[in-house]
C-alpha cells in the first residue's frame, strides 16, 4: 500500500507532511520579516514624537478665512502663546502678599536671564504680573483676591522647534517647583501650577500615551488569558505575543512616515494600541481555534488496516492523498483527504519506517487507529485557505474600509487618524495570514504537541516534546461504550449552548426574537439622532489631555476665579476691504485716520461688538479692542468726551452716542490724546479736569495700555483690519462655547449684509472647532451612505446574497445607533456620574467632535467582524449541501462560543480606554465596548440566525445556494 518510507521527522521543525516548496516558502517568510526587525526597532518609537494636536483650518470655511486674514495682518500674534502660572491663595491670605510678589519677581528673573541665554529662538518677552503690569496689572488679579495669574510671553511658539519650545516648559515648570520647595513656609498656604495651551497639547501627547500604557499593562494580560482560555495550549500562546509585538512595530513604523505627510492626532498611538491588541488577538484566535480543532484525533475501532487500504490512497508516509471512498467505513467517520495515521493500537507513529513496523506486528487483525489532519493540510488547506483566506481577510478588508472611510470627511484632523487606522488593522492581517501559518510549518511538531504537563509525559523535556496526549487508556469495551455514547448523542456542537439557543430560534417565530431584541434597544438607539446634533457636541482641549496633569489641574482653578477666556480669546476680526496693509503690525504704529482707524471704522466696530453683546449675551467686559476694554474709567473722566461709555467693568469709545457732525472733532481729541506722552496727560488731566494725582496717574496708564493694544490690534500703516478680544466667561472650547457660536453666527450674518464695505471673520477660541463640526455634519451622510454601500456590495458579493448585505447593514444600524444613544445618557446627562465622577467637570457637555466620525467607522468596523466569522461558517456548511437551518445551527454550535470569546477580548482590549484619564479615549472606550458586546450578545447569536432562519432559502437568493436548499444535511467537515 506504500506507507512507509520516509525520514525522520524533526521535533522541532517542520512535520514529515510538509513539501519542500512549504519548507521554503514558510521559511523565506520568516527570514523576510526577521530582516524587517531592526528597520522597525528604529522608525517604531519616532511615531508619537511626529503626532500633533495642532490642524490647519477646513478649507473653504469661515475660519479658513479667518486664519488667512491674520496671518496677512496680525502674523506676529498668530505665532504667540503665554504661559500661565497659576496662584490661589488656600487660607486667609491674599494674593497680593509680600511672598507672592517676591515669587513673581524671581520667576522673572529667572526665566527672563535663562530665555536670553538658551532660548533666545522663543523669543520671551518680559513675564506680566500684577505687580509689573501698571493699570493692566489688576486684569492679573481675581475679584476675591484669592487668585492670580503670572503670564510668561512667547513670541514664536509655532516656527520654535518643538523639542526646544518642550524644554523651555520644563524648565519654567522645574523652576516653579524649585521655587516653591525652597520658599515652602512662605508658600505653604498657596496653590501654584503651570498651564496653558501650550503645556495642556504636550500634556495631551505624552500624557495620553503614558496613561494608555498603563492601562494596557492591566488589559493585556486579561486579554491574553482569555485567548489562552480558548486555545488550551501554552506552546500556542507564544504566537499571539510575537504577533503582537510585530504589529506593533510594522503599525508604528509606517504610520510615522504617514505623520510626516499628514497631521496625525497624539490620540492615535493610544487608538493605534487598543486596535492592534483587538484585532491582533481576535485573529490569532480564529486561526488557532481552527488549527487546535482540526488537531483533534478520530479513532477507527475493529477496523483491519487492509480494509483502510481499499478505503483510501495513501502517498508514501501515513497520509490520505485521494478523496476517501464514499460511503466507506473509514469516509462514515469524517475522516477525508488530508488525515494521517496518528497512532496503531496506543502506539504512537513516529515516523514512516516505524508505522511500517507497527503494520506488520498488527497483520490483519481488527487493530485501533488514531488519525490526525497533516500539519500541512491543516496549516494551509485549512487555517490558510478558509479561514485566513476568507474569514480575516474578509474581515480586514471591510475593517480597513471603515477606517479609511474618514477620509470622506474632508478635515485635516481626520485624514492621518482613518489612514493610521487602515494601517493598523491591514498589517494585522498580513501579520496573521504570513507570520502565523509560516510558524506553524516551520515549527509544526513543536506546536502541534500536547498541551500538556510533566506529569502526563514522565522523562523529562525530551519526552514532553514528542509525547502525545490521546486521553486516559480504557479496555476495548469501554471504548465501544464510550463510541455508541458519543454516536447517540450526535456531533460535539450539538451539546453547545449556542446551539441549543439557536434551537430556539428556529421556527416560523423566528422574527419574533428579531423584534423583542430591536425594542429592547429601542430606549437606546433612538437617541442617535440627537448625537448627531451640533449643540450636543464640544471641541474642549482639556478632553485630550490626562485630567490628572497639572496643567489640566492648574487650569479648572484658574477657571474658578477668572473668566477662562482671558487666556484663550476670540478675535472678531474687521476688514476693510477696499485697503491692504502689506506690513502688518509693527512698533512704528501710526494713529492717521485711515481704514478702520476713522471714526465710521470705530462706529461699525462699537456696533459689532454692541450687536454681539445684546444678541449673544456677552457681557461688554469680556471685549479687549479699539472699542472697549475691560476697566472702568474713573467717574470723573467719564465726561471727558461725548464718545466715552463708562460702565461698571468695561469702557467702550462709542461713535454712535454722538452726532455725525462732531465724529470729526471727537476723532481728532482721540489722536491727540493717543499722541500725548504721559506727563502730558498727567498735566491735562490735573489742569483742565481739576482731577486728583492719582486718579491721573491712572488715566495716564491707560492711556499706554491703549496704545499697546492699537499696536498689536489695528494693522499698520494704513489701518486695513483690526480686532476685539472676547474674553469668554465660560471655557471658550466646551459646549457653551460652541452654544454661543450657533447663537453668533445669525446675528453676524445679518450684521455683515447691513454693512458690506466691512469683511467680518471670527478666530481664536472653538472656531475653528466649530467649522470641523459643521463640516462632520455636513459629511456624515455621505460618509455613512458610501460605507454602507461599499459593505453591501462587498458582502453580497462574496455571500452571492442580496439579503446576507441586508440583514449586515441592520446589525451594523443597531449596533452603532445603540452605542451611540448610551452616549447620550452617559455624557449629556448625570445618570452615569456615579460611575464616572469625574463627568461633572465636564458640565454634561456631550460628546468631543473627533468621537462622533472616528468613532462611528470603527463601530461599524467592529459590528461587521463578527457578522462575518458566523456569516463565512454558515455559509461554509450551506456549500456543503446542509439547509439554512440546519447551516445556521451547525454554525453556532462551532464557532459561537470562539466569537464570545472574541468579543470578550475585543471589549477587554477596547474597555481599557474607559479606564484612561483621558475623556476623549473614555469616550471611545464606552462607543466601542458597548458595540462590541451588543454585536457579540445580541446580534451575532439572536438577529442572525433569526433572519436566515426567518427567510430560509430566500436568504441565499439569488446564489447558487439559494437553488440547492433542502438537500440531503451532512455532517459539519473536520477541515
Known sequence: MGLGDGALASRWFWGRSVPKHGRVASLVTLVVWLCLLPVLMVLMPKFGGATTSSFEAPSGTPSARASALQHQYFDAFMHSSSLVVVVEALGEDNVTAAPIRALAGRISEDVTAEAAEKYAELKVGAVASVFSAGAAGSEFLSSDGKATVILINIGDSKTAPTATLKDFIDYVDKAVNDDVDAHHDDLKNYYIGLTGALPIDFAAGAGTMKSTESVEMFTFPIAFLVLACFIRSARLMIIPVLTI?????????????????????????????????????????????????????????????????????????????????????????????????????????????????????????????????????????????????????????????????????????????????????????????TVTPALLLVFGPFFSGPACCCCCCPGGVERLLSCQCFGKKQDADEDEDEEARLLKAGPAYTRSLWYRLAAKIEGKWAWVWIVVVVALGAALWVRFPDNLNHTKINADPLEFAPRTDESVKAWRRMGAHFDQGKFQAYQLLLHNVSITDPDGTGANATFTDEGIFTPEGYAAMYDMVHTVSNKTGMPMRTFYGPVSIPTALPAALCNAAAILECGADYTAVNFNAAPKETWAHDFALLQQFLAMSAQEVIQTCTIEYKQPMEVCIAAAALQDVYKGMLKAQVSQPHHAAGYMQVFTPFQPTGLDAMEWMDRLAPVMEDWSAAHPAVEYALTGGNAMFYDFNKKVNEDMPRMIGILLAAVFVIVCVVFRSVAIGAIMGLTIVFSVGSAFGLTYYIYQTTAFHWLFPFLSDFHQQGLNWSAVPMCFAITVALAMDYDVFILTRIYEFKRRGMSTPESVKAAMGEVSGTIAGAGCIMAIAFGGLMLTTVVVLNQFGVLLTFSILIDTFLMTPIVVPAALMTLGRFSWFPGATYRTEGAASLQPSVL
Not at 471512498?325 to 496506543?346: F, K, L, P, T
Not at 508505522?355 to 490526525?372: C, F, H, M, N, Y
Request: hydrophobic share 50%; proline share 3%; charged share 15%.
Open 245 to 433: 509585538v510585530l504589529c506593533i512595530m510594522t503599525t508604528y513604523s509606517i504610520c510615522y512616515g504617514v505623520a510626516q505627510a499628514l497631521n496625525v492626532s497624539t490620540i492615535a498611538p493610544a487608538l493605534m494600541m487598543a486596535a492592534i491588541l483587538a484585532f491582533n488577538v481576535d485573529y490569532n484566535l480564529f486561526l488557532l481555534t481552527r488549527f487546535q480543532e482540526n488537531k483533534k484525533p478520530i479513532t477507527t475501532r475493529n477496523l483491519s488496516l487492509r480494509l483502510v487500504s481499499l478505503d483510501c490512497e495513501f502517498r508514501k508516509g501515513s497520509t490520505i492523498v485521494e478523496r476517501v471512498v464514499e460511503g466507506s467505513d473509514v469516509g462514515h467517520h469524517g475522516i477525508r483527504e488530508g488525515y494521517e495515521i496518528a497512532a496503531v493500537n496506543g502506539v504512537v507513529v513516529t515516523s514512516p519506517e516505524h508505522l511500517e513496523e507497527l503494520l506488520d506486528d498488527a497483520s490483519a487483525k481488527p487493530v485501533v487507529i488514531q488519525w490526525r489532519m497533516s500539519l500541512w493540510d491543516n496549516v494551509v488547506g485549512s487555517v490558510l485557505r478558509h479561514t485566513a483566506s476568507e474569514t480575516v481577510f474578509l474581515s480586514g478588508t471591510l475593517v480597513t474600509i471603515a477606517f479609511l472611510s474618514m477620509a470622506l470627511i474632508p478635515l485635516d484632523a481626520l485624514y492621518g487618524l482613518g489612514v493610521c487606522g487602515g494601517v493598523a488593522v491591514f498589517v494585522c492581517v498580513v501579520v496573521n495570514c
